[in-house]
């Protein structure tokens, strides 16, 4: 089944700790995103990347980066200048990028120790 | 802030009752789309509206897009169990970005 794994489930970071959480997808999606979401808050963009080796910053890139060397491929990593990094993380993917519907992995729930 | 507001934040619904949930835009939207995401899991989609007064359903979902675009709602007849979990719509935001609403969640009262 085509579908976005992402791992791991569960994640704790320490303080002034960089980790990376990994997105993979087999839908031959061209389209990869970055969410955040917080309780009350709805999912907040994070990044995305509509097209292998580029990637556009979203509405809270602070604290975090992306790469896109592969076109299954969209790891986040949560850098220690991110102060406040305990939430659920969720990647998505789309055929084109454009307005059509997005497909959610599980998502991975971060938290610092 | 985001682009999308929806209302109410939380709905308590009697099994069997039926419920409507809100989504409203200060600018006109292209399209709009509405999301599912069950406790503890992660958001899945549900349906995309185009059209003005488009109005479209799934079973006991029923889908509209305001005649000017700028709003929408999902109305559940005869809610069930199954119903349970938070909704969120999600309209364009400076392009090709979606700008997801803070979602209504449902819980329902067997």
């Known amino acids: 089944d085509g579908g976005i794994t992402q791992s791991p489930k569960y994640l704790f970071r320490k303080e002034g700790q960089n980790v990376t959480l990994s997105c993979e997808q087999n839908?031959?999606?061209?389209?990869m995103y970055w969410y955040r979401q917080d309780p009350g808050q709805g999912l907040r963009l994070i990044y995305y990347?509509?097209?292998?080796?580029?990637?556009q910053k979203g509405d809270i890139a602070e604290g975090y980066s992306v790469s896109r060397e592969k076109k299954e491929s969209f790891p986040l990593t949560v850098t220690s200048a991110q102060k406040n990094p305990t939430a659920f993380y969720l990647c998505?993917?789309?055929?084109?990028?454009?307005?059509?519907?997005?497909?959610f992995g599980d998502g991975t729930r971060l938290s610092i120790l | 802030g985001q682009q999308v507001m929806q209302i109410p934040q939380y709905q308590h619904v009697q099994e069997g009752e039926d419920f409507t949930t809100y989504c409203n835009s200060s600018?006109?939207?292209?399209?709009i789309q509405w999301y599912k995401q069950r406790p503890g899991g992660h958001p899945v989609f549900l349906i995309q509206?185009?059209?003005?007064?488009e109005v479209k359903k799934q079973k006991r979902l029923t889908f509209q897009f305001g005649e000017a675009k700028k709003n929408s709602s999902l109305h559940i007849t005869a809610t069930q169990t199954t119903d349970v979990g938070t909704y969120f719509c999600?309209?364009?935001?400076?392009?090709?970005?979606?700008?997801f609403g803070a979602g209504t969640t449902v819980t329902v009262r067997a």
């Open positions: 998505a993917s789309s055929v084109t990028g454009g307005l059509e519907p997005q497909h």
């Open positions: 839908l031959n999606h061209d389209a």
């Open positions: 990347s509509q097209i292998v080796n580029d990637f």
């Open positions: 600018t006109t939207l292209s399209n």
């Open positions: 509206l185009v059209k003005s007064g």
């Open positions: 999600a309209g364009p935001k400076r392009g090709y970005k979606l700008s």
